[in-house]
């Protein structure tokens, strides 16, 4: 199974950027699409974002619509997530996630795997 694992964990001033990795142990195949959720205190886990393994079709929330992008390492079988213009409000614990069956899901349910979680801080 695929076992995913996130770097990048930091305290960022508002307007500046952060880059969330996560690396995944088993080989992912081109029916998976990788997402990025977070979650903060006392709120359900949102969605942020996903992109698609095979070509790269990216999607987003409407909160970080031109500020966050994804994007994909196939050879090194890895996600990140490039966050920019951060504000307070993107405080949150954040996830990655993978769906091996295609599904282009904002559902967290519908995600078989998950990472360990990043805390991202952003001060005002």
């Known amino acids: 199974q695929v076992q995913l694992v996130e770097s990048g964990e930091g305290l960022v001033q508002a307007g500046g950027s952060l880059r969330l990795s996560c690396a995944a142990s088993?080989?992912?195949?081109?029916?998976?699409?990788m997402a990025w959720f977070r979650q903060a205190p006392g709120k359900e886990r949102e969605f942020v974002g996903y992109i698609t393994w095979s070509l790269g079709r990216t999607w987003y929330a409407n909160s970080v619509k031109g500020r966050f992008t994804i994007s994909r390492d196939n050879a090194k079988n890895t996600v990140s997530l490039q966050m920019d213009s951060l504000k307070p409000e993107d405080t949150a614990v954040y996830y990655c996630?993978?769906?091996?069956?295609?599904?282009?899901?904002?559902?967290?349910?519908?995600?078989?795997?998950w990472g360990q979680g990043t805390q991202v801080t952003v001060s005002s």
């Open positions: 996630a993978g769906d091996p069956f295609n599904r282009l899901t904002v559902a967290p349910a519908r995600y078989t795997y």
């Open positions: 088993g080989l992912i195949h081109s029916g998976y699409v």
